[in-house]
């Protein structure tokens, strides 16, 4: 594996994007470049600085009851709520709080809520809040899941999107192609880079990388 480059966010010098160029394999695609948000996602000072400037592009909401965490974006979801609240954007619960929580999965991969987690979803207003958003497959999964459950989705965050919109739903992400302007992602059946015999570096998932 290469070492690791870096894009620094311009407002905040403890949110830092660290990708690595390559060829990589995840659920939905082949990608050329790794991100890995690893401390952006559990060290607190880096994921406390994620979710503060994550909650900037929602101080103006009207109402977020739930915030929805893909890919182990939970304690930034955290941070996120704690901005939001703080700011004054207002819940409907009846706490006066918002919920953070996680979808399970089912035995097909669709996500699901046991009936004791429906009602952090069910008639709540949620943001959706994911690593990172190529193919758009996995938020395509978390809308149909909150629209299942009779959720109302009010927002889409990401630290880094390609994607710019899920069934017209904006996605407000940090860093996007402007930032990595030759980040591509490939069908598996499709992919250049495997058709000109480049190796695999590693196999990549929300939890990180396996080399081969």
Known sequence: MQDYKKIDYARNKDVVLRYIPGHFITPNSHV???MDLVDMKSRQREA???????AEMYLASDVIDTILCLNGMEVVGSYLANKLTKAGVISANSHQTMYITSPE???????????NNQHMIRGKKVL?????????????????????????????????????KINNIPIRALYS????????SYASESCPLCRQGVA??????GFGYSTL
């Open 32 to 34: 050329n470049y790794y």
């Open 48 to 54: 406390r600085a994620t979710g503060e400037e994550l």
């Open 105 to 115: 999965y089912n035995a097909s991969g669709q996500m699901m809520f046991r009936e």
């Open 128 to 164: 959706i809040l994911i690593d990172t958003a190529t193919t758009g497959a996995t938020l395509q999964s978390a809308v149909s899941s909150v629209n299942f459950y009779k959720g109302e989705i009010v927002g889409i965050s990401a630290i880094f999107s390609v994607a710019t």
């Open 177 to 184: 192609n402007r930032d990595l302007p030759d980040y591509a």
């Open 200 to 205: 695999v570096d590693a196999i990549c998932n």
